[in-house]
């Protein structure tokens, strides 16, 4: 399987600071990797699908880049409902998918 | 709306069985995937397998291949998760999520999450 790595694991942050988080897979995937958002207690949410795509209703402030093995996530402005885990998930089309490790944001 | 209902908390020995049920509404079952997920206490999200609710047909993890079997019953909308031969470490919480149509591996609705805890 597909292995992702996820930096850094958790960061502590502001509001109104721009965060960025990366992600990498350990052989190129194309632009197959989603981003997802959690909080405790919570089902995980979209944010981004296909690396850059952003998700129907899911703030501006939320951007994705990258492609092959190297990936970011970034919020731009950050919000006190953004304080969350943040996962990526490749599937390289099929037929398996992989979450990264995850980066907790908390508040500094 | 878009809704799925999973069953409720199981509690299984060591080498038990169980089986987790993601009850649907609210679109069209047969035109999606369902993926299953699950998330150890503290720890992050693995992504476990997926079924394709048109054809059944099925891919797994690597680390699950012979003791998880997805399937599902088109009639009711449902799809099962089973997991065999349950350790300890399989102590999670498991959900069911939809696969975006036309972009099966995004996941879109979850499941409220099922605890299984295994403990002797």
């Known amino acids: 399987d597909i292995q992702m790595t996820q930096s850094p694991s958790s960061l502590s942050a502001s509001l109104g600071d721009r965060v960025s988080i990366t992600c990498q897979a350990s052989?190129?995937?194309?632009?197959?990797l989603n981003w997802y958002q959690q909080k405790p207690g919570k089902a995980p949410k979209v944010l981004i699908t296909?690396?850059?795509k952003l998700e129907a209703g899911v703030p501006s402030r939320f951007s994705g880049s990258g492609s092959g093995t190297d990936f970011t996530f970034t919020i731009t402005g950050l919000q006190p409902e953004d304080f969350a885990t943040y996962y990526c998930q490749q599937y390289d089309n099929g037929p398996r998918a992989t979450f990264g490790p995850g980066t907790t944001v908390d508040m500094k | 709306q878009v809704l799925l209902v999973q069953s409720g908390a199981e509690v299984k020995k060591p080498g038990a069985s169980v089986r987790v049920s993601c009850k649907t509404s609210?679109?069209?079952?047969?035109?999606?995937?369902m993926h299953w997920v699950r998330q150890a206490p503290g720890q992050g999200l693995e992504w476990m397998g997926r079924i394709n609710a048109n054809n059944g047909d099925t891919g797994y993890a690597q680390k699950f291949q012979g003791r998880l079997t997805m399937t599902r019953d088109t009639s009711i909308s449902t799809t099962y998760m089973d997991l065999t031969r349950l350790q300890s470490d399989d102590t999670a919480v498991y959900y069911c999520?939809?696969?975006?149509?036309?972009?099966?591996?995004?996941?879109?609705?979850w499941g409220q999450g099922s605890l299984v805890s295994v403990s002797s």
């Open positions: 999520a939809r696969g975006k149509y036309y972009d099966f591996w995004s996941l879109d609705y």
């Open positions: 052989q190129d995937i194309g632009n197959f």
């Open positions: 296909d690396a850059t």
């Open positions: 609210g679109y069209s079952f047969n035109a999606h995937f």
